[in-house]
């Protein structure tokens, strides 16, 4: 089993940038496949990166794709989502989860292990 503990999150203006950090306790990362998901008021829970066990892999949603990029370092037990040129749009609970089974599914029924979330808000 693993804990996953997302950090990061905060109030940023349009055009800002923030650093989200998902650290990982109980099993080494590179067991699993990372994903970011988030989840905004009213709304349902909506894939937005995605990166392979070794860090070779990478998956974007087209909504953030060119703005946000996801990276890994496994000897830290860390995953990042590094997120520019936010817009109020993106504003919502964030979540960092492991997949044991795939490596860079999109769909977050796969994963097992998710973190309690960190909240991003965005204002116009």
């Known amino acids: 089993q693993v804990l996953l503990v997302e950090s990061g999150g905060g109030l940023v203006q349009a055009g800002g940038s923030l650093r989200l950090s998902c650290v990982a306790s109980?099993?080494?990362?590179?067991?699993?496949?990372m994903g970011w998901f988030r989840q905004a008021p009213g709304k349902e829970r909506e894939f937005v990166a995605v990166?392979?066990?070794?860090?070779?892999?990478?998956s974007y949603a087209d909504s953030v794709k060119d703005r946000f990029t996801i990276n890994r370092d496994n000897a830290e037990n860390t995953v990042y989502l590094q997120m520019n040129s936010l817009k109020p749009e993106d504003t919502a609970v964030y979540y960092c989860?492991?997949?044991?089974?795939?490596?860079?599914?999109?769909?977050?029924?796969?994963?097992?292990?998710w973190g309690q979330g960190t909240q991003v808000t965005v204002s116009a």
């Open positions: 109980g099993r080494r990362l590179s067991t699993y496949g």
């Open positions: 989860a492991a997949n044991e089974v795939y490596a860079t599914s999109r769909n977050g029924g796969t994963y097992s292990y």
């Open positions: 990166i392979s066990r070794s860090g070779t892999s990478t």
